[in-house]
């Protein structure tokens, strides 16, 4: 595009479509419908060609992302017929040993494949682009937004494509995040699937197991925040905080914010099996969700925990929201 037909902004017209576009990607991108495979094999034909590339002459479908990983990675094994991945050439130009060696190869397959309905996301941006704002640099995306509508994720070889089907099954909550509390939150028909609490990927433990049957060592060992957050979230707060010592609140600083964040500082020693061991609650003032973080052995009031998290500044909350 020249300085000269550079575009500063779109139009009124142009605007009112986004939503059109939002909403047609969000289904193409969040469904669970089977793929339609004629559709999905010309599709990638046109994506070769589109590159400059042979089309490919043996198409494999598997039923799930990680089939897929596995039969790129044995794919590639096998002399001469599919040795060469052609994912650089597609992708740009559109858009021997065991054990931990092994398994490290099998992940990089993750990064040469094409994402099909998973690549809604930018695909739709570029979509709109070409038919609303008329460029015709995008049109070379084209066969992959049908690939989009009808294959899952896939992997391009120089005379073969492996494809996937679609999940089977895709649940969220009423914010439209992934999430499914006991069972998977996006399963696919060979069991593979992954479970999420409010959006987040959890271990099969927490989704599953019930409120009242979960075990307080699982937060004692787990590491991640947000994995932790949702572990108290299904525990209950209230719960959480029975099993210490409260040390302090904030229920009369004179920070507006400290009281509405309801800070307290909770000496979860017993649980830990140490003399002390200070834990900072807190209310995440944007998503409502309870937050119970470890902080320095050294913090006795509600300003020390927070300079800790702050690596030791001192910060002011003002005006959050």
């Known amino acids: ?47 070769y060609k589109s590159a400059g590339l042979n089309p490919p002459k043996i198409f494999i479908w598997l039923r799930s992302p990680l089939e897929g990983v596995l039969g790129s990675f044995f794919l590639t094994k096998l002399p001469n017929l599919f040795r060469t991945q052609v994912r650089t050439q597609v992708w740009d130009q559109v858009g021997d040993q065991v054990g931990d060696q092994v398994w490290a190869q099998v ?23 070409k038919n609303e704002v008329i460029l015709n640099c995008t049109n070379r995306l084209e066969p992959l937004m049908r690939l989009a509508e009808h294959s899952g994720w896939w992997w391009p070889f120089e005379n073969a494509v492996i494809f996937t089907e679609k999940p089977i099954k895709l649940f969220r909550n009423d914010r439209n995040q992934l999430h499914a509390n006991g069972y998977k939150a996006i399963e696919y028909s060979d069991g593979f699937g992954i479970w999420a609490l409010n959006g987040v990927r959890v271990p099969q433990y927490l989704a599953e197991t019930s409120e009242g049957e979960l075990d307080i060592e699982f937060f004692k060992k787990e590491s991640n925040a947000d994995i932790k957050a949702e572990f108290i979230r299904k525990y209950g707060i209230d719960r959480m905080q029975s099993l210490g010592n409260k040390i302090c609140d ?69 005006g959050v929201k």
């Not at 397959?109 to 709109?128: I, M, P, R, T």
């Not at 140490?274 to 995440?284: F, I, T, W």
């Open 250 to 318: 904030a229920k009369g600083h004179s920070n507006e914010w400290f009281r509405a964040s309801e800070y307290e500082l909770i000496d979860m020693g017993k649980i830990f099996e140490v003399s002390y061991a200070p834990h900072l609650r807190m209310k995440n003032l944007t998503t409502g969700i309870w937050h119970f973080e470890a902080v320095s052995p050294e913090c006795r009031t509600i300003e020390d925990a927070l300079k800790f998290r702050a690596n030791g500044r001192n910060i002011q909350l003002k």
């Open 1 to 47: 595009m020249t300085e000269k037909n550079k575009i500063e902004k779109l139009t009124p017209q142009q605007e009112s479509k986004l939503i059109e576009y939002r909403d047609k990607w969000l289904k193409i991108g969040l469904s669970t419908d089977k793929c339609d495979k004629e559709k999905a094999e010309l599709a990638v034909i046109d994506s």
């Open 107 to 129: 992940g990089e397959q993750v990064n040469k494949s094409g994402y099909g309905l998973h690549d809604a996301n930018w695909l739709g941006f570029y979509e709109f682009f």
